[in-house]
């Protein structure tokens, strides 16, 4: 009873937490240009905003089965209602850099912070082998939900306050601090979590030595973290915020509109997520992260292609019909192929590699996108590395098999 409860309460917390970001997503890079920062400024606060995650999320992630992962996820939702305060209430630069690097703010609509490193870790523990991959399924199918509903949300909240006459600024504004009382919200759903997804902890009459809460796992984890991090950097080219700026400005897409592509865009990565489950146990987890996410990456290159509003996004739409197939099952695989009592830290050492290398890339994508040239480069970029990622991963792990594919 106590496993259901605890996976309830997981998934709960995950539910809430990207609504929060979905909501945010779709007006925070409006929101910033709104108060006067320029594209490269934008780029760079989203770079520093992905950059200080990463500091914060490794040093509470490799810390979280040592000092507690319900105390670990308690100071990262203060960390999350913080940011969302002084982006609240400020619209000065250095200010908003200063939260941006230490609080955890999510402009992409996508997982940030400590929360899904430790949340997988307990996950895991929770439940069956058999069925891991089948929850961490469905664990991203009702976060690509809840971040369908945020952005629907935030986008026609603001077009609706704004038809009433309230100022662009303060309607974006209003979006904020729905989510820094999401941060509240999620302080006391986890405050009811058990002992139950506490860590155990293998005897060893030798303890190995530990790096960054890793022992024998450790030089998979890092071949991973490379290929992990090379995917990132080119994902976080197209952040969910920079990819509604990008509409806005070629297409004059309005923020209602704007948030109901990503709605649709997001429930059918959800779907596509809950798909991976039974691809992955047909095929293996390695083949089923691979050969789904290559189209995905073609198609994302095709976007800035397609020369009406309506293929533009109808070829978005199919693309993320297939983009998160490889989400579940790189999370199931992550957690297969390591030691129980470094889950926590494998999870936070490969969520760090994509932070790390997603941080420098908005930076980029913001000084592509100020210029008319190169406007649509950023498409290009992200699903050529993509690609290269692709084909780097299954040449290194295509003969590492976890548990449950080993005959």
Known sequence: MKNRRDTTLLFSTRIIRLFCYGLLSVILALYLAEVGLAEPQIGLLFTLTLAGDAGITLWLTT?????????????????????????????????????????????SGNEI???LSIEQAGLTQLVPSQRRTQIFAWYNLVGSFATAAGALAGGWLTQ??????????????????????GGLVLTLLFLLLTPAV?????????????????HRSRNVVIRLSALF????????????????????VEFDVQPGVLGTIFFGANILAGISALLAARIASRFGLINTMVFTHIPSNILLMLVPLMPTLPLAVGTLLLRFSISQMDVPTRQSYTM???SPD?????????TIARSVGAALSPSLSGILLG????????????GGLKIVYDVLLYRGFKAVKPPEEIP
């Open 229 to 248: 991090a090379l995917d990132a950097f080119a994902g976080a080219l197209l952040v969910q915020s920079l990819l509604a700026f990008w509409f806005h």
């Open 63 to 107: 810390s979280a089965d040592r000092l507690g992962r319900r105390r670990t996820l308690l100071l990262g939702t203060l960390l999350m209602a913080g940011a969302g305060l002084v982006f609240l209430l400020t619209d000065n630069i250095v200010i908003l850099m200063a939260a941006a690097i230490i609080g955890v703010i999510s402009p």
């Open 198 to 214: 506490e860590p155990v902890l293998i005897n060893e009459t030798t303890p190995a030595p530990r790096v960054l809460g890793l």
């Open 160 to 181: 609706a306050l704004r038809a009433q006459g309230m100022p662009s600024a303060e309607a974006y504004r209003f979006v904020l601090a729905g989510y820094a009382l």
């Open 342 to 350: 470094e889950r926590s830290a494998a999870s936070g050492v490969t």
């Open 336 to 338: 297969a192929v390591v």
């Open 113 to 115: 912070g400590p929360f």
């Open 371 to 382: 210029m008319p040239a190169l406007f649509s480069v950023p498409f290009f970029l992200s």
